[in-house]
């Protein structure tokens, strides 16, 4: 995706409110990010661990969502699929993460919700950075270039879906 400084990634949250924008941590410094090998940014707050992120380029426009990550009930969690990579987790990998809709909408509390690596940490197990548990996948015959536009284009789906519930 284009590069963004981190006042853009901070001002394309759209379903927080300014303070909380304002507020957010970094897992990685947006200068160093390797933008032309990222499809889209996802991170968890390194001092928040249930608040999560996502920003894609819609339109070539940046739209950033807050995510929050339901507290696990404790003991038996099944394993469960991210809806955006299709990675298979059990317990902690996988959040089920509640989304805020922008506006009117999201300040009555209503939000939208979607099984989500924890951490949206998507392109991490897609591109090797953090190892997956190989007997919970499915098999498929994809290419990870196949795995990482797939997520890409759940994500921008995703987050198309929530700005336009706004
Ligand atoms: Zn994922």
Redesign the pocket.
């Known amino acids: 995706m284009r590069a963004l400084t981190e006042k853009e990634i901070r001002d394309s949250l759209m379903n927080c409110s300014k303070g909380q924008a304002k507020r957010l941590n970094f897992a990685q410094d947006p200068a160093e990010v390797d933008w032309e090998n990222t499809p889209f940014l996802g991170w968890g707050d390194p001092k928040s661990p249930l608040d999560s992120y996502l920003c894609a380029e819609i339109d070539g426009e940046a739209v950033g969502l807050v995510l929050r990550a339901a507290a696990k009930p404790s003991g038996a969690a099944t394993a469960q699929m ?1 809806q ?4 298979v987790h059990a317990g902690a990998g996988i959040s089920f993460m509640a989304v805020p809709l922008p506006g009117e909408a999201g300040r009555k509390g209503n939000t939208a919700g979607t099984y ?2 924890q951490g ?3 392109l991490d ?2 591109m090797g950075r953090a190892r997956l548990e190989k007997s919970l996948q499915m098999k498929e015959t994809l290419t990870r270039e196949e795995k990482i536009e797939r ?1 890409q284009e759940n994500v921008e789906a995703f987050v198309r879906s929530i700005r336009d519930r706004g």
Request: proline letters at 0%; hydrophobic letters at 45%.
């Open positions: 991210c955006m990579c299709k990675s989500m690596c949206a940490a998507c197990y897609l997520a």
